[in-house]
């Protein structure tokens, strides 16, 4: 068992996205504990190895495969077939087979919230107004605390940067992205720029706010991780079970405690707050905006495997990918059998099952062009993912896609579910633009 004090010594290492600066000793000491959970997890799980999952290099003996010609024919569970057989047709029928879904997604995807998960006290550490660019701004830097009593031996912090157009009179909407911020004590470089405007600038110039939520501060993205954060908190630092919760659910709360904060902030209008998140953070946004109601938009970049991309299609990243050390720990420990003793095809949820938990709300999901960002995402994997969701929204009144027919790249599919993939690379920023517009559709009602 690896001992909590241990992890403990690690924690900032293990939080920290930017592993250059840590010494090779450092990062063999996080793979050698995150290979050791991951193979407690499968001797748990009863499952003596896993299969492989293929190379990201086009170019390797094992690539995955990138050929639409290649693709063999799979079957998805259908979003509007109950477990036992029966149709949806009415709307009033939905939550119930919503809450199916849900308790699939918990059980072999993504992992159950614990009964008990501490408090988060939310407090502003600095503020001040400033300007972007021609934009001025009031940026505060907030911490939640969470209430460690049970089990003093892990402190966990969630990092929050605010950003709210200066000497405004009004409540504002904001767009909360999955990140870290180097413009405060938060650092990171901003994801791209569209034309000549940053997104927060393009968010501001809107009179809109923008948040940036740092997932690392209060669960780290490893397996060596899982005994700190708030996952090794509410376990008191001890292993996981197989359906316990993984990072993207937690990740997901985080933005749930956010938007605690958010309805105590007489700057926010939080009946209007956006999730954006790009490849990991993909998936985050997906997970957060599937599980927590109080989001009324999302912008899923590039999520890929694990995100809204179809997992049931074998094109790209696979589950093996996601099922081994480098990834298991985003999931529960139930999904690494998939790889194990099952395949993609014994998944009872897909990607669309997680576009269809959060309908009827808008989603926008983004794309990289398959020559600069590569095809490891999966773009049409990912259009088929919302695209396959479609009935739900309609059956609630919305707008699907409309269209099964993966469209020429800078082409707005469009409907309460979009989608666009852009002519850029790994990044959402040529997006922005276009999402602004899909979002005033719905905030400026």
Sequence with gaps: MIKPTVLILLSFVIASPLRAQFSQQDMERINKLTSADHNEMLEKLGIASIRRGPSGN???????????????????????????GSRVTKPEQWPLRRAEIQELLDREMYGRLP?????????????KETADGEFPVKIKQLEGVVDNSSYPEIKVVIQLTLGTPAKIDKPVP????????????????????????????????????????????????????????????VNKGQPRKPDDWGCLRAWAWGAGRAMDYFQTDKDVDARRIGIEGL??????????????PRIAIGFIGSSGAGGVKLLHRVF????????????????????????????????????????????????????GSASVEGQWVDAKGMFLGGAMAGPVYELLGKKSMRTMVFPPQGTWVDGDIAFR????????????????EFAKRYFLK
């Design 421 to 436: 993939q852009h002519e850029g690379g790994h990044t959402t920023g040529p997006n922005w633009p276009y999402f602004i």
């Design 316 to 367: 790209g990243e696979q589950v093996e990918n996601l099922a081994g050390s480098g990834e298991y720990h985003w999931f529960a420990a139930n999904f690494i059998k998939y790889a194990g003793p099952l395949t993609q095809e014994d998944l009872p949820v897909d990607g669309h099952s997680v576009v269809a938990m959060c309908a009827p709300r808008p989603v926008f999901i983004s794309s």
């Design 174 to 233: 904001v767009i909360m992205e999955f990140g870290f911020d180097f413009s405060g004590r938060f650092p990171m470089p901003q994801q791209g720029k569209s034309d000549t405007l940053s997104w927060k600038q393009q968010l501001l110039k809107e009179g809109w706010g923008y948040a940036i939520l740092n997932p690392n501060s209060f669960q780290a993205d490893n397996g060596a991780g899982l005994r700190q954060g708030i996952i090794g908190l």
């Design 115 to 127: 009964d008990k998960i501490p408090a988060v006290n939310w407090k502003v550490v600095s503020e």
């Design 279 to 292: 490849s990991r953070y993909g998936k985050a946004a997906a997970v957060a905006m599937a599980y927590e």
């Design 58 to 84: 086009p170019k390797a003996p094992d690539a995955a495969n990138n050929d639409e010609a290649k693709v063999q024919p799979y079957f998805l569970p259908d979003p509007l077939v109950m477990n036992d």
